[in-house]
């Protein structure tokens, strides 16, 4: 037993994927390592935590397994989920914890919660102490994330129009795949049984876009190494962030279009706004190549706001994504300029920084296609010239930021990816 903190891996997964079976085969090959186990489920009654214990030896009875249920660990039970784990490695008894999330569980906030503890719950940590007698986080450390990907069902859920309901809040089927694979270390493709080499291929090459630093591994009936998810100090909270495939082709932008399986990526970028209603039109009818989209863009009309456009499978959103800097007084402009020095090479002497920046991911994708869609639905050089309030505009009005919030498309991921997204297809 490590004198050092227990390392807890955290096991995502689409409902069906496999999670449970990948679980209860990693307690069946722990061999000798203890293993806590920290089961939640949205439902009152805790099912996947009844089918670990009915398929291992492990026990509630003796604080083995923990239920976390009626709930999700992502939102309302973060306060839960630091203090199952804390009891858990309070008395230091266990090797490793395995958390199994919930179905519609995003990988992300149960990350932020266990690596920063109260900065990210609800929960009240003076009434937490005192109460307990526990200092969250003490005891433990994120060691691994991992997603379990269904092979079998993985097209179908990127083209759903299926909308799950979280404790109130809806999350697209395709939207919710899409995060879970875009925030983790390990990628489990499952079931890999029911599909043939070439769909597998293709499969694999998406995920590799989606996510370029995880390590993807082939599965059947969850049977995975032990050693590939459980102690491997896999996890850095800033490279998870910031390692998505949306992020470094907007870092990095290129053209890749000779991708081997179809897969390949591209950025639009212009510097003239939308016109609201062609844009709303394409984004109504979206093309079903293109797998996931994200980026900031300039919507005619909303001259101060930049706005955050996300798309995953059928899914999609926008969102506020913060001030042009051009739309700030002048000295908060000049605070700008300091903290980005590369801003005013970039400047337009009668626009400033408003601009649009879309990456698009995908298979088969007709690139010319869609840049043709994309420029069709930019200002025409007359259009720049007319009134731009008098353009129809069923865009969803955002309540304005905080004076200072500056547009930066490669560090608003997490600000925008909550419930104030609103799609504009209804």
């Given at each position: 037993?490590?004198?050092?903190?227990?390392?807890?891996?955290?096991?995502?997964?689409?409902?069906?994927?496999?999670?449970?079976?990948?679980?209860?085969?990693?307690?069946?090959?722990?061999?000798?390592?203890?293993?806590?186990?920290?089961?939640?489920?949205?439902?009152?009654?805790?099912?996947?935590?009844?089918?670990?214990?009915?398929?291992?030896?492990?026990?509630?009875?003796?604080?083995?397994?923990?239920?976390?249920?009626?709930?999700?660990?992502?939102?309302?039970?973060?306060?839960?989920?630091?203090?199952?784990?804390?009891?858990?490695?309070?008395?230091?008894?266990?090797?490793?914890?395995?958390?199994?999330?919930?179905?519609?569980?995003?990988?992300?906030?149960?990350?932020?919660?266990?690596?920063?503890?109260?900065?990210?719950?609800?929960?009240?940590?003076?009434e937490f102490y005192e109460e307990?007698?526990?200092?969250?986080?003490?005891?433990?450390?994120?060691?691994?994330?991992?997603?379990?990907?269904?092979?079998?069902?993985?097209?179908?859920?990127?083209?759903?129009?299926?909308?799950?309901?979280?404790?109130?809040?809806?999350?697209?089927?395709?939207?919710?795949?899409?995060?879970?694979?875009?925030?983790?270390?390990?990628?489990?493709?499952?079931?890999?049984d029911l599909v043939d080499?070439?769909?597998?291929?293709?499969?694999?090459?998406?995920?590799?876009?989606?996510?370029?630093?995880?390590?993807?591994?082939?599965?059947?009936?969850?049977?995975?190494?032990?050693?590939?998810?459980?102690?491997?100090?896999?996890?850095?909270?800033?490279?998870?962030?910031?390692?998505?495939?949306?992020?470094?082709?907007?870092?990095?932008?290129?053209?890749?279009?000779?991708?081997?399986?179809?897969?390949?990526?591209?950025?639009?970028?212009?510097?003239?706004?939308?016109?609201?209603?062609?844009?709303?039109?394409?984004?109504?009818?979206?093309?079903?190549?293109?797998?996931?989209?994200?980026?900031?863009?300039?919507?005619?009309?909303?001259?101060?706001?930049?706005?955050?456009?996300?798309?995953?499978?059928?899914?999609?959103?926008?969102?506020?994504?913060?001030?042009?800097?051009?739309?700030?007084?002048?000295?908060?402009?000049?605070?700008?300029?300091?903290?980005?020095?590369?801003?005013?090479?970039?400047?337009?002497?009668?626009?400033?920084?408003?601009?649009?920046?879309?990456?698009?991911?995908?298979?088969?994708?007709?690139?010319?296609?869609?840049?043709?869609?994309?420029?069709?639905?930019?200002?025409?050089?007359?259009?720049?010239?007319?009134?731009?309030?008098?353009?129809?505009?069923?865009?969803?009005?955002?309540?304005?930021?905080?004076?200072?919030?500056?547009?930066?498309?490669?560090?608003?991921?997490?600000?925008?990816?909550?419930?104030?997204?609103?799609?504009?297809?209804?």
């Amino acid at each position: 037993m490590s004198e050092e903190t227990t390392p807890v891996t955290v096991l995502s997964g689409m409902l069906g994927a496999g999670k449970t079976t990948t679980l209860n085969h990693i307690l069946a090959q722990s061999g000798d390592r203890e293993l806590a186990v920290l089961v939640n489920d949205m439902g009152k009654v805790n099912v996947d935590a009844d089918l670990v214990a009915e398929s291992s030896d492990i026990s509630d009875e003796e604080e083995e397994l923990v239920e976390l249920d009626d709930g999700c660990i992502c939102c309302e039970l973060r306060g839960d989920l630091l203090e199952a784990v804390d009891r858990l490695t309070e008395a230091g008894e266990f090797d490793a914890i395995v958390v199994e999330s919930t179905g519609v569980a995003e990988p992300l906030p149960v990350a932020q919660t266990l690596t920063m503890g109260f900065d990210q719950s609800d929960l009240d940590p003076t009434e937490f102490y005192e109460e307990t007698g526990i200092e969250p986080l003490s005891g433990c450390h994120l060691d691994t994330t991992v997603t379990v990907v269904d092979a079998h069902q993985f097209h179908e859920a990127m083209q759903s129009d299926e909308v799950l309901d979280d404790d109130g809040t809806e999350k697209h089927l395709g939207d919710l795949l899409v995060e879970q694979v875009e925030f983790c270390d390990v990628l489990l493709l499952n079931k890999c049984d029911l599909v043939d080499e070439a769909t597998l291929e293709e499969i694999e090459a998406t995920l590799e876009v989606l996510q370029p630093r995880a390590e993807i591994l082939r599965t059947t009936h969850g049977r995975v190494d032990v050693d590939d998810i459980v102690e491997t100090e896999r996890f850095d909270f800033e490279e998870a962030r910031a390692s998505a495939g949306w992020m470094q082709e907007l870092q990095q932008p290129h053209e890749s279009a000779e991708e081997e399986h179809g897969v390949t990526s591209f950025v639009f970028e212009a510097d003239r706004p939308f016109h609201p209603e062609r844009f709303a039109e394409l984004l109504d009818s979206f093309p079903d190549e293109v797998v996931r989209s994200k980026g900031h863009f300039w919507l005619a009309g909303r001259e101060d706001n930049a706005i955050m456009l996300h798309v995953a499978g059928q899914s999609v959103r926008v969102a506020p994504a913060g001030r042009w800097v051009a739309s700030l007084p002048a000295e908060e402009q000049e605070a700008q300029f300091e903290a980005h020095p590369g801003l005013e090479d970039e400047w337009d002497d009668q626009w400033g920084d408003r601009g649009t920046r879309l990456v698009l991911i995908g298979v088969e994708m007709d690139h010319e296609a869609l840049r043709t869609y994309l420029e069709h639905s930019l200002l025409t050089d007359e259009e720049m010239a007319a009134d731009w309030d008098a353009f129809e505009d069923r865009f969803p009005t955002f309540e304005a930021p905080e004076t200072g919030e500056a547009t930066d498309a490669d560090e608003s991921d997490e600000t925008t990816d909550g419930g104030e997204e609103i799609g504009i297809a209804d």
